[in-house]
């Protein structure tokens, strides 16, 4: 970002993030690390826990979790230094310095059932930044992830046209500066979408969370 800065013409109020899936994962990162930078971030389908991806992995016998290993030095599970390398690699572990940065986390609501990387990293993030009496309680986390269906005592998000047809809103929530969107799909980034709100944005202003009406087009991420 500096490179660019000093060799070509920015406007550094509206320097963004994005990404999905290992890239959801960087960006929740640098978000963390470096709320200083950015007028905003949207991360998809992101990990915000490393360790409990690998035992996630673990369990559902998925190759990640040998490459979680080979990057930590060691099994997690089972090594105190690889564990420490585990979350000292999670965004969960520094997102709370990005509570001024608006920040949309959206990921389709079958991840970790059709895809590798379950809802509950979306709920989390968003539980970290947002205030006490909006975050979503535990045992609401366990049933939407397991049950890939959100609790009946949870009201239906407004419409968004966004999120029509196939891509139908299933969960939203906003608090602070953070959201949480929960749509029909898998493993994927609406990257016009994103990239449509990031566009609103604008360092040291209030968050626009409303961008009008598009086509929204899923990349599936897993490989």
């Given at each position: 970002?500096?490179?660019?800065?000093?060799?070509?013409?920015?406007?550094?109020?509206?320097?963004?993030?994005?990404?999905?899936?290992g890239g959801g994962h960087a960006t929740l990162l640098l978000a963390g690390r470096h709320p200083?930078?950015?007028?905003?971030?949207?991360?998809?389908?992101?990990?915000?826990?490393?360790?409990?991806?690998?035992?996630?992995?673990?369990?559902?016998?998925?190759?990640?979790?040998?490459?979680?290993?080979?990057?930590?030095?060691?099994?997690?599970?089972?090594?105190?230094?690889?564990?420490?390398?585990?979350?000292?690699?999670?965004?969960?572990?520094?997102?709370?310095?990005?509570?001024?940065?608006?920040?949309?986390?959206?990921?389709?609501?079958?991840?970790?059932?059709?895809?590798?990387?379950?809802?509950?990293?979306?709920?989390?993030?968003?539980?970290?930044?947002?205030?006490?009496?909006?975050?979503?309680?535990?045992?609401?986390?366990?049933?939407?992830?397991?049950?890939?269906?959100?609790?009946?005592?949870?009201?239906?998000?407004?419409?968004?046209?966004i999120y029509s047809g196939k891509h139908k809103l299933h969960f939203r929530r906003q608090s602070?500066?953070?959201?949480?969107?929960?749509?029909?799909?898998?493993?994927?980034?609406?990257?016009?979408?994103?990239?449509?709100?990031?566009e609103k944005q604008c360092r040291g202003q209030e968050p626009v969370w409303e961008i009008g009406?598009?086509?929204?087009?899923?990349?599936?991420?897993?490989?």
């Amino acid at each position: 970002v500096e490179f660019v800065k000093q060799n070509a013409k920015v406007d550094i109020q509206r320097i963004y993030l994005i990404g999905g899936s290992g890239g959801g994962h960087a960006t929740l990162l640098l978000a963390g690390r470096h709320p200083e930078i950015w007028a905003a971030a949207s991360a998809w389908c992101p990990i915000s826990d490393v360790l409990a991806w690998h035992q996630e992995c673990t369990l559902a016998k998925r190759g990640y979790a040998a490459q979680i290993e080979r990057a930590c030095g060691g099994n997690p599970a089972n090594s105190p230094e690889a564990k420490a390398e585990a979350v000292r690699r999670s965004p969960l572990t520094y997102l709370a310095a990005a509570k001024d940065l608006p920040l949309d986390i959206a990921t389709g609501i079958h991840d970790g059932h059709t895809g590798s990387v379950p809802v509950s990293h979306s709920l989390h993030a968003f539980n970290l930044l947002a205030r006490p009496e909006d975050r979503i309680p535990e045992e609401d986390i366990q049933y939407i992830t397991a049950q890939r269906a959100v609790p009946e005592h949870y009201a239906q998000p407004a419409p968004d046209p966004i999120y029509s047809g196939k891509h139908k809103l299933h969960f939203r929530r906003q608090s602070n500066r953070v959201r949480v969107t929960l749509f029909e799909g898998g493993h994927s980034i609406l990257s016009n979408v994103g990239l449509q709100w990031l566009e609103k944005q604008c360092r040291g202003q209030e968050p626009v969370w409303e961008i009008g009406s598009l086509q929204a087009e899923a990349s599936t991420l897993d490989k």
